[in-house]
């Protein structure tokens, strides 16, 4: 049974950083939304076993929420290769979040990245460039 991990500023770049695929619950305990959808969440760890899946509580981690500008929660990213690719507030119903997961395992990591780099270099343009 895979667990889900809690997530830290201590643990949270080498846990991104030492696997392909990771799920992130940004959440906090007083959140009846959250208290919802976390056993969808911890199903969906147990049926997709070769994922990572994270915990943020945002009352004890506000540095991380910060960073990822989390704004309501729940909140579902999901990060591959080092690259969010998918981040949505709301809880997800378990179908939903099960379409989510195949659609992330779907993506063409090499397409993400170089549009990545694309808007990256637009941006680089735009702020004065070289």
Known sequence: MNQ?????KENFDQTVTDNDFVLIDFWAA???P???FAPV???AAEENPDLVFGKVDTEAQPELAAAFGIQSIPTLMIVRDRVAVFAQPGALPEAALADVIGQARKLDMDEVRKAVAEQQGQEGQEGGGQ
């Open 4 to 8: 889900t991990v809690e997530l830290t």
């Open 30 to 32: 007083w959140c009846g």
């Open 34 to 36: 959250c208290r919802q």
């Open 41 to 43: 969440y911890e199903k």
